[in-house]
């Protein structure tokens, strides 16, 4: 059976049916006197019978030339029109028969992918860093690339930067730093170019397991294998519930704070906000959810941004399923309940009859940054839990380790997936389809009613300290002493709308929430802080945004500081100061939050 094809994408100019990538040679040079990178990127193509042109996207990257297979023939090459978000198609002619072409090419100093961070911003303060983020389509402003989730490939690297730094990608990595600064990479199994990824730093390697370890700043490295100690028992729990680890080593790369993610399922190679370093482990649930990535997004990817729902509602069900595993239920079901609660947000926020908040989304003639929200996370987790309530575990845990074993380095689009689904589970329980009203959730804003309450046993105790509280009881008097930073969040989620200055200051002196070094409480905590007025928390607020550059965690924070003309004028003074340690998916956001600072 010929494979089906899948929805085109609208975010790429690529033509795959006329000529697909399969392999890519990159050969880079790091410059961070100029901020950019140069070198030559290769292309191993299949070029159908007839075809004439291979199409490739960039944003902002000079093109110098384009060689055939010889490295020698010069061949025409010629950019289209420039699209803001999309960039500028690359078409290059290409003869019957052609099996590689190499593009000379330099990125632009404002490249988006990339963050070059001077030595201030890093956590040794005393060498230069550099990270990409390529996902969702910003792969192409560092490589001319088929920047689709639907076209894989297969690449080898040549990386050159300074000495005394150390370079990573998502393939093959050194351990240890080479004599000269040239490092070589090997990712023999093939991904699209959203998981394309490099850092180049002061880095060093600690192994967890044979398999496992982490990479970070040397003053950040104890503190990061203390955490992450867990790494190992999390990939053996994804392996037992949804089949074998298909990349070889599973590694974690703690980024410097500016970092605009949680983190980022680069294959091998997860890279990491430090913000997750509690000191407690308490927030781990991201490294679960970026290793469950190696199965719901590397292995079966999103065909289309569209699609995107398949990427991360299965990782966000997975990832519950793991923390399930090693920490029991009852942990897990706290991490659900506060999804919800989430999930509640958005959809208020997005309004109930939003098409935003289908799971198959139209994000074409959008910028897909821009358009992906917790939506697909939360709602297509509640999607798998209320069929696990249906067709119970056992069922819906064959038929997850099924599909990917049998999308294994394929992709997927909704359509296919559904068909697939009915095929292969609803079809065959009685009743199934009827209950879970697939087309709802897939196409219909909301959730449907269908869906089973969530519920968490140690949030009885948040609740109940919540309702002594209203009921006059002094803090320091509440039943505390056993909650984990989730039951914290949750008890501040809690809080009324209304609070005042004065109980927010009385909460303040019982549970120090603003000297709080838990990045979750501390996003929960300081926007009651800046609504109620309770100035004490100022400084940590601005210190706060100035240091961590995490989009999640910035939006609700300046979004509370707009809401009145006095936070307005806080907003603007701090997002001048703190904009240049902002990577520039956070500042497209914020730019058009709180307004881009004259002169930036
Ligand atoms: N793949 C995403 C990050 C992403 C999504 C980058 C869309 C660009 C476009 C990653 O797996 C993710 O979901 N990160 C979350 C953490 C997670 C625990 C919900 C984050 O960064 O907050
Ligand atoms: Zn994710």
């Not at 906000?273 to 509690?278: D, V």
Request: charged fraction near 20%; hydrophobic fraction near 40%.
């Amino acid at each position: 059976m010929a494979v089906p094809l899948l929805a085109a994408d609208p975010h790429s100019c690529a033509r795959p049916a006329e000529a697909a990538v399969r392999h890519l040679s990159l050969d880079l040079t790091v410059d961070f006197a100029s901020r950019s990178l140069h070198g030559t990127a290769t292309w191993q193509l299949d070029v159908q019978p007839g075809a004439t042109d291979l199409w490739l996207d960039t944003r902002g990257l000079a093109i110098e030339a384009v060689t055939l297979a010889d490295g020698a023939t010069l061949t025409h090459f010629e950019l289209g029109d420039d699209d803001p978000v999309l960039g500028r198609p690359l078409r290059i002619h290409v003869r019957p028969g052609e099996e590689q072409i190499s593009i000379r090419y330099r990125t632009a100093p404002d490249a988006a992918a990339l963050q070059w961070l001077s030595p201030e911003q890093t956590a040794g303060k005393q060498y230069p860093f550099l990270f990409t983020q390529s996902q969702a389509i910003l792969a192409r402003t560092w490589i001319p690339c088929q920047d689709s989730p639907g076209i894989r490939f297969t690449y080898d690297a040549t990386v050159r930067g300074p000495q005394e730094l150390l370079a990573l990608m998502s393939a093959e990595n050194p351990q240890a730093l080479s004599a000269t600064g040239e490092y070589r990479f090997r990712m023999p199994q093939p991904i699209p170019a959203y998981l394309m990824a490099l850092a180049v730093g002061d880095l060093r390697f600690e192994a967890l397991s044979p398999r496992t370890g982490v990479y970070a700043e040397p003053v950040t490295l104890p503190v990061a294998t203390a955490e992450f100690g867990d790494l190992e028992p999390m990939v053996a729990a994804a392996e037992e519930l949804y089949g074998p680890y298909r990349w070889e080593r599973y590694d974690l790369l703690v980024l410097p704070p500016s970092f605009p993610f949680g983190g980022m399922e680069n294959p091998r190679l997860t890279f990491v906000t430090p913000t997750i370093l509690a000191g407690d482990r308490s927030l781990t649930s991201l490294v679960a959810h970026e290793l469950a990535h190696s199965w719901s997004g590397n292995l079966v990817t999103n065909a289309t941004w569209n699609d995107f729902w398949l990427n991360e509602g299965f990782t966000v069900y997975f990832e519950r399923r793991i923390m399930e595993r090693l920490y029991g239920r009852s942990y897990a079901d706290m991490l659900q309940v506060l999804g919800q609660t989430g999930l509640h947000h958005t959809i208020d926020e997005l309004g109930k009859e939003s098409i935003d908040t289908h799971l198959h989304l139209n994000l074409a003639g959008r910028d897909p940054d821009e358009g992906l929200n917790e939506i697909a996370y939360e709602k297509g987790n509640y999607l798998l839990l209320t069929l696990e309530s249906i067709v119970g575990r056992e069922k819906l845990d064959a038929f997850i380790t099924k599909y990917f074993a049998e999308h294994a380095f394929q992709s997927m689009d909704t359509a296919h997936f559904v068909a697939y689904l009915r095929r292969e589970l609803l079809d065959r329980v009685p009743g199934a389809e009827e209950k879970l009203q697939l087309d709802k959730w897939i196409n219909a804003p909301g959730i449907p009613a269908v869906a089973p309450p969530v519920q968490s046993e140690r949030f009885a105790s948040v609740e109940a300290a919540l309702q002594s509280w209203r009921h006059g009881v002094a803090p320091a008097a509440l039943d505390t002493a056993a909650w984990s930073s989730h039951e914290w969040v949750h008890f501040l989620h809690g809080l009324p709308e209304h609070i005042s200055a004065e109980q927010l200051q009385q909460l303040d002196q019982a549970f120090g929430f603003t000297q709080s070094g838990n990045a979750e409480i501390l996003t929960a905590w300081l926007p009651l802080a800046v609504r109620a007025g309770y100035h004490a928390a100022d400084a940590a607020l601005a210190e706060f945004l100035t240091r961590v550059g995490r989009r999640k965690f910035l939006v609700p924070l300046y979004k509370a500081l707009l809401a009145t003309p006095e936070g307005t004028a806080r907003a603007r003074e701090i997002y001048q100061r703190a904009r240049p340690n902002y990577h520039a998916v956070s500042t497209s956001t914020l730019d058009t939050l709180v307004g881009k600072p004259a002169g930036a």
